[in-house]
């Protein structure tokens, strides 16, 4: 027993050393990283609906309650948080579901057949076609996949953005109000739901880390992780936005060089940076060429500029409205939006007043020029005037993610030169500082309390979203007024702490609640439910073309080829095409829609020309201007389907989607083609019009068969069997990356009735294949495995 009662001793000592090794390991761990796991928290509070309530963050209530076919349904009515987002269910959601479908069925979904007649896809730059993200949807179901992706946008952007900070010699609570700031300032917040332009700016503090510790340690892996983490931002979907991380990243690299004067670091870092770029350019050059034949490439206009009076919202981001409570009133919130957080903008303000630093003033001027380029200035319009692919394009407010990206670092650097001068007792220049900005408020305040500027029914929107910010402010003036009182209550350094771990929580707080505002989380159920019609619409679905007063989120996500869509790179001639529809001349279409003219005098021709065999319609649409008038065409148009909301009617007049015909005519000229097709006398079943002669000898009496073997986004297979040579015509949209084949053959496609592909085929039995193979995508993959290859250099052990 006594034995016994030793060996019991021996192992209890063994186990509370155990666990007093545990203790001092996680004490240890916890001291280190305690602001990655505030940083934890803090996030998952956020995404608390998700985890916790199985809410998604996806406007599931909105797509019900607007989008058809679902809205038709009452039992779907009820309250909707935002609507400011409806591009995330008519595009984003619906592109993602494509792409993923695509690629479980063994293709990579480089062309989308469900919009404008067919489509480049994956050169559609907001597809994100080659994130490795889309990894998630092959691990998890699609609207979880989707969950998880849009919530780690904030998580990895705090992350990153403490790395970047520690490694600028930042304290811990400096990194971690820098990381806060930037996880949920206004353009990661309100672009968050997309999953694109976020994580096309969440990459920007990793690059700058990569730098930073190469020059630091010369240790190879940090320039992977500088060329990896560029394609990771280019393939992110929103080229716009990766342009400007680019750019910050060059500007970076060149500061780097007159800061520390190393020209072999700066050299291989540039190096390393053209790899990175190279892989990116499996994306970017089909983009480029996709692009270069959309209409918005010609259009080079100021949109989306900033008002100065808008900068009022970088204290209260809601003193001009909200769309969430439906009170905004000015501007654009979503584009507009650059707020990084109050406290942390005043901090901002006491880096670039308080200590002569170079980093100071390298961020000080990137978020100088990002104001500059984003609001009304001289310097705005001279980009304009330069036009410069994109950049003068695009929606020029988007620019200001660079100025929160930029006032986000700032933030950090404030803090600690706050926390220098608090412990040398500068309280003098703490007023002045504090001082400026309850200037600020009291502005602020005078015009709301006496009803200046804004209009007088708009007072009150302004006065009550500024309560909270004041209240904010004034917390944070009480907190800092303890250290003014140090001396006479010899506060030790724990209390310090403690009050600089409160402005922390009031950072937290104040940025939680703003992105808790805006963010939607929904019930999961509803996204893209099931109704009725939906049911039909998998039955239809196929290669047949249907029309009907909906988008992508049915179109693009039920497999309905449409002759319709929404999106800024569509091909610009089929917009023309389509533009004819209400006149016989060829015209610009909008920059980002194509939608027919119900009523066009051209319209019953173009239908069937373009094989729209369905037509969905509701019955809540009526007879009104926006709904095809299937009703004066009674014999043409047949019900097949009737729910309590909808109805299904087959065009018993639409041409096959392919079909051959012996009679042809060869007009080079743009809108004499247009004026010919829809003329009169013109027979579009049996006579086709082409741009080139494709010497094929117009004959009578030939007996043909046709039948399509074969339907995918990147391949159509169509066996032919034909009496003399003919041609072959498909209404699908004419675009450089298409090639065909006759027995495995090429063959010359030639652009047919403006828009669309016809081949020439011989007499007998053929297979026909189309086969989209883009040189664009070759040439990218080919720069992709060498800027790989240089990669793979920096395992190669050195001698």
């Known amino acids: 027993m006594q034995g016994y009662g030793s ?8 186990l509370k050393l155990k666990m007093n090794s545990f203790c001092n390991f996680s004490e240890e761990v916890f001291k280190k990283y305690w602001p990655i796991i505030l940083i934890f928290c803090i996030w998952f509070i956020f995404s608390s609906p998700y985890f916790i309530n199985n809410k998604i963050p996806f406007a599931s209530s909105y797509q019900v309650n607007f989008f058809s076919p679902w809205s038709a349904y009452p039992q779907f009515a009820g309250p909707v948080k935002n609507n400011a987002m409806p591009d995330v269910i008519g595009q984003i959601y619906p592109w993602k579901h494509f792409t993923i479908q695509t690629f479980k069925a063994g293709q990579i979904s480089l062309w989308n057949p469900y919009s404008f007649s067919g489509t480049p896809h994956l050169a559609n730059y907001q597809s994100a076609v080659f994130s490795p993200f889309n990894l998630l949807f092959f691990l998890l179901p699609f609207v979880d996949a989707w969950s998880i992706a849009i919530l780690l946008q904030p998580l990895l952007a705090g992350i990153f953005m403490y790395l970047l900070m520690k490694t600028l010699s930042v304290n811990k ?18 672009w968050m739901a997309y999953g694109t332009l976020g994580y096309a700016v969440l990459f920007l503090p990793l690059m700058l880390y990569a730098v930073e510790m190469f020059f630091k340690t010369n240790n190879r892996k940090f320039l992977f992780i500088l060329s990896i983490s560029i394609p990771l931002s280019f393939f992110s979907g929103h080229f716009q936005i990766s ?12 500061y780097k060089y007159f800061s520390t004067k190393n020209k072999r670091s700066v050299l291989t870092v540039l190096l390393y940076t053209f790899f990175g770029l190279l892989i990116s350019l499996v994306q970017i050059l089909p983009s480029i060429e996709l692009y270069s034949q959309t209409l918005r490439s010609s259009i080079f206009q100021k949109g989306e500029v900033i ?13 001009l409205g909200n769309p969430v409570t439906r009170n905004d009133w000015f501007g654009h919130y979503a584009e507009w939006n650059a707020y990084i957080g109050l406290i942390p903008l005043t901090l901002a303000f006491y880096a670039f007043t308080s200590k002569k630093d170079t980093r100071t003033f390298f961020f000080l001027f990137i978020g100088i020029l990002a104001i500059l380029l984003a609001f009304q200035t001289p310097i705005l319009d001279l980009l304009i005037a330069s036009r410069i692919p994109v950049l003068s394009t695009s929606a020029a407010s988007r620019i200001i993610v660079l100025f929160s990206f930029s006032f986000a670092v700032l933030s950090g650097f404030g803090f600690e030169f706050f926390v220098e001068d608090v412990e040398k007792k500068k309280f003098k220049k703490i007023i002045l500082w504090l001082g400026g900005f309850i200037i600020i408020f009291i502005i602020l305040w005078f015009i709301v309390l006496f009803k200046l500027i804004l209009p007088l029914d708009k007072i009150i929107i302004a006065k009550r979203n500024l309560i909270l910010p004041t209240t904010l402010f004034s917390f944070f003036i009480l907190s ?16 310090k702490q403690t009050i600089y771990f409160f402005i922390v929580i009031l950072i937290a707080f104040d940025l939680l609640r703003f992105a808790s505002k805006w963010q939607t989380f929904d019930s999961k159920n509803l996204a893209f439910i099931d109704v009725p019609v939906s049911k039909e619409f998998k039955k239809i679905s196929g290669y047949e073309r249907i029309i009907g007063n909906y988008g992508a989120e049915v179109a693009v996500y039920y497999g309905l080829p449409s002759i319709e869509g929404y999106d800024a790179t569509y091909i610009k001639r089929y917009g023309d095409f389509v533009a004819s529809f209400n006149n016989k001349k060829v015209e610009d279409f909008d920059r980002s829609i194509i939608s027919f003219s119900r009523n066009g005098i051209n319209t019953s021709k173009a239908i069937n020309l373009l094989g729209v065999k369905y037509l969905i319609y509701k019955f809540s649409d009526g007879r009104n201007s926006w709904t095809f008038p299937f009703w004066e065409y009674p014999k043409q148009f047949v019900l097949i389907y009737k729910d309590q909301a909808f109805e299904v009617y087959k065009n018993n007049e639409a041409f096959p989607r392919a079909f051959l015909v012996n009679n042809y005519e060869v007009i080079p000229d743009q809108n004499k083609i247009i004026k010919t097709l829809f003329s009169q006398g013109f027979n579009m079943r049996e006579k086709i019009i082409l741009e080139k002669d494709p ?4 004959s009578k009496n030939n007996p043909a068969k046709l039948e399509i073997t074969k339907y995918s986004p990147n391949e159509i297979i169509i066996k032919t069997e034909v009496k ?18 006759q027995d495995g053959k090429e063959i010359p496609i030639y652009r047919a009735n403006y828009a669309f592909r016809a081949v020439s085929v011989n007499a007998g039995s053929h297979v026909i294949e189309f086969s989209y193979d883009p040189l664009s995508l070759k040439i990218g993959l080919l720069l992709a495995i060498i800027g790989f290859g240089g990669l793979l250099a920096l395992f190669v052990p050195k001698r």
């Open 724 to 741: 003399n040579d003919s041609l072959l015509f498909l209404s699908d949209s004419y675009y450089d990356g298409w090639k065909a084949y």
């Open 307 to 319: 008002p100065w009076g808008y900068l009022s919202t970088l204290i209260s981001p809601d003193f």
């Open 7 to 14: 060996c019991s001793r021996k192992i209890i000592l063994n």
């Open 480 to 495: 800092i007024s303890f250290l003014f009182i140090e001396k006479k209550f010899k506060f030790n350094r724990n209390v």
């Open 695 to 698: 010497g094929v000898v117009k």
């Open 173 to 190: 609570i400096g990194a971690l109000i820098s990381s806060i700031a930037f996880m949920f300032c206004g353009f990661i917040t309100t």
């Open 243 to 254: 342009l400007y991380v680019f750019s910050t990243l060059i500007a970076y690299i060149v």
